[in-house]
């Protein structure tokens, strides 16, 4: 299977999903803040509700097209349906991630019909004394964003920088305590244009994100994970229906937008970038 991905809004071809039925509300990690804030209400996702947004989600994904490639699920693995972070491609390269968490590893066995697709030459396993994730990396063509966080070292920049050697820039971004990943403080629109919470990146960081126009959040919206929403070409984005300000703005830019329910699947501090891997994307 072909693997191309040189950044985050070309016309989406496949992606990886996960379905979220291995989910269970009664053994709910305390792995990140959103989820602690829920737990604390006594307010975790239920199973059904985030069942029927990734069936609408994924509904519209192949209404527009796109090839959904689904995953297997993994007896105890948890948060199986974030399959960003499991692994990400970028050019032809297709890089399987070392997770933080142990509970999380495990995932991946159930991409092995998947995986056993690629070609075995374009497939790079991140070393198990360095720490990856998906979440962390955002494709920019020639230029790649690397969040420095909780779960990403900087052992896992230069491991990338190692790979890919003088073809690509690497640009680490140093993130705040307690925000998880990069994609839930930075998402990348186009070329010119990204959605950024200031307050979760610290500010040498931030001046790196110099030549973008910015739609900046709110505490609250960042909160609902406004950055994570999925380009699926450059002229269209699926955003959770609730953000109708970010709405706004992206369509101010003449940029369509597909409001879908994902408030309940939030919950547990992923959205629709967050459950989505993409394989293919072309110009």
């Given at each position: 299977?072909k693997?191309n991905?040189?950044?985050?809004y070309?016309?989406l071809q496949?992606?990886?999903?996960a379905?979220?039925?291995?989910?269970?509300?009664?053994k709910?990690?305390?792995n990140?803040e959103?989820i602690k804030h829920y737990?604390?209400k006594e307010?975790?996702p239920?199973?059904?509700?985030m069942?029927?947004e990734?069936k609408k989600?994924?509904e519209?994904l192949k209404e527009?097209?796109?090839?959904?490639?689904?995953a297997?699920q993994?007896?105890?693995a948890?948060g199986?349906?974030?399959?960003?972070d499991?692994?990400f491609?970028?050019?032809d390269k297709?890089f399987?991630?070392n997770?933080?968490?142990e509970?999380?590893?495990?995932?991946?066995?159930?991409?092995?019909?998947?995986?056993?697709?690629?070609a075995k030459?374009n497939?790079i396993k991140v070393?198990?004394d360095?720490?990856?994730e998906g979440?962390d990396?955002l494709?920019?063509n020639?230029?790649?964003y690397v969040g420095?966080?909780?779960?990403t070292?900087?052992?896992?920049?230069?491991?990338?920088?190692?790979?890919?050697?003088?073809s690509?820039t690497i640009?680490?971004?140093?993130?705040?305590e307690?925000?998880?990943?990069?994609?839930v403080?930075?998402t990348?629109?186009?070329?010119n244009?990204?959605i950024?919470?200031?307050?979760?990146?610290e500010?040498?960081?931030y001046k790196?994100?110099?030549?973008?126009?910015?739609?900046?959040?709110?505490?609250?919206?960042q909160f609902e994970?406004?950055t994570n929403?999925?380009?699926?070409n450059?002229k269209?984005i699926i955003i959770?229906?609730?953000h109708?300000?970010?709405?706004?703005?992206?369509e101010?830019r003449?940029?369509?937008?597909?409001?879908?329910?994902m408030?309940?699947?939030?919950?547990?501090g992923?959205?629709?970038?967050?459950t989505t891997?993409p394989?293919?994307?072309i110009?």
């Amino acid at each position: 299977m072909k693997v191309n991905v040189n950044n985050e809004y070309d016309k989406l071809q496949k992606v990886i999903v996960a379905s979220a039925n291995y989910y269970d509300p009664t053994k709910v990690a305390m792995n990140n803040e959103t989820i602690k804030h829920y737990k604390e209400k006594e307010n975790v996702p239920k199973k059904e509700i985030m069942l029927e947004e990734q069936k609408k989600f994924w509904e519209t994904l192949k209404e527009n097209n796109i090839d959904i490639l689904i995953a297997d699920q993994v007896e105890g693995a948890k948060g199986q349906m974030f399959t960003r972070d499991l692994a990400f491609a970028i050019g032809d390269k297709f890089f399987i991630s070392n997770m933080r968490k142990e509970n999380r590893k495990a995932a991946i066995n159930g991409w092995n019909h998947i995986i056993n697709t690629i070609a075995k030459e374009n497939i790079i396993k991140v070393p198990d004394d360095i720490y990856l994730e998906g979440g962390d990396v955002l494709v920019d063509n020639k230029t790649i964003y690397v969040g420095v966080s909780e779960r990403t070292t900087m052992d896992g920049v230069n491991f990338l920088k190692s790979v890919l050697e003088e073809s690509y820039t690497i640009i680490p971004l140093k993130l705040k305590e307690k925000f998880l990943h990069l994609d839930v403080v930075f998402t990348i629109i186009n070329p010119n244009l990204a959605i950024v919470y200031k307050e979760g990146l610290e500010e040498d960081s931030y001046k790196l994100l110099d030549k973008f126009d910015k739609i900046t959040l709110t505490e609250k919206e960042q909160f609902e994970l406004g950055t994570n929403v999925f380009v699926i070409n450059p002229k269209t984005i699926i955003i959770n229906s609730n953000h109708k300000r970010i709405k706004e703005e992206i369509e101010k830019r003449n940029i369509k937008t597909i409001p879908l329910e994902m408030e309940e699947t939030a919950k547990l501090g992923g959205a629709f970038r967050c459950t989505t891997c993409p394989i293919e994307r072309i110009e």
